[in-house]
């Protein structure tokens, strides 16, 4: 049964996001962070070089 759940999911419109995580560091402390965000895959570049 998983099987016929994942095959419709790839079929759906959530194959056209990516969900994208980032390392920050923070000025204050130096401590790293993680900045999630779920974006279309055609802006998956330009949030990185953010």
Do not use: C, H
Not at 12 to 26: F, H, L
Not at 27 to 35: D, E, I, L
């Amino acid at each position: 049964m998983a099987k016929k759940v994942v095959a419709t999911l790839q079929k759906g419109e959530g194959r056209g996001y990516a969900k994208v995580i980032k390392m920050v560091k923070s000025p204050k402390t130096g401590a790293y962070s993680f900045k999630e965000e779920i974006v279309p895959n055609a802006d998956v570049k330009d949030f990185f070089a953010k």
